[in-house]
């Protein structure tokens, strides 16, 4: 059965630094989701993606993230420079259709010191 | 989309059935009613959706209220593996988010 890969698992890393994200969506999914889930709380969500536009985001993506599609496969979530309150679990989504039914990954826990 | 509630935990035998409840009773005809789970802290796992019809699929079934304002996710043979958060999310036929609230904690105990 396919399935929604993200990669890492882990990632630790220091206040102020960039991380990226990855994620490779079922192939033939077309709308590309990130939420996130701080430890002890709701998962949230942060950007959907679409034809190469984000289609709608929550005021939790300010200008520090980013997604890009580099190419055919992956979908990234970049944090240009991380804060403390970025850690938590970073999820990426995908569906057929806009109204289609989201599958989710397995999620990468980010850690920032 | 309209507000879900659902209890906040709920225990269940092994091997019997659990009855997970949702209230929706702001819900408009166009949005759907999705059941998701979390197992720790994964991602979070599709389980059924319906409209106003009941669903059943190899995981669960779904009972949709005739008046659509509440539904009851039926495991029908809980095991330990389904101890998990369950989240009734309502969802619009526009607009791409899911919006998760705090779900319902079901310890299935031996």
Known sequence: EPEVTQTPSHQVTQMGQEVILRCVPISNHLYFYWYRQILGQKVEFLVSFYNNEISEKSEIFDDQFSVERPDGSNFTLKIRSTKLEDSAMYFCASSEGQTETQYFGPGTRLLVL | ?110
């Open chain 2, 1 to 110: 989309d309209a507000k879900t509630t659902q209890p906040p935990s709920m225990d269940c035998a092994e091997g019997r059935a659990a009855n997970l409840p949702c209230n929706h009773s702001t819900i408009s005809g166009n949005e759907y009613v999705y059941w998701y789970r979390q197992i720790h802290s994964q991602g979070p796992q599709y389980i059924i959706h319906g409209l106003k019809n009941n669903e059943t699929n190899e995981m669960a079934s779904l009972i949709i209220t005739e008046d659509r304002k509440s539904s009851t996710l039926i495991l029908p043979h809980a095991t330990l593996r389904d101890t998990a958060v369950y989240y009734c999310i309502v969802r619009g036929t526009y607009g791409n988010k899911l919006v998760f609230g705090a779900g319902t904690i079901l310890r299935v105990k031996s």
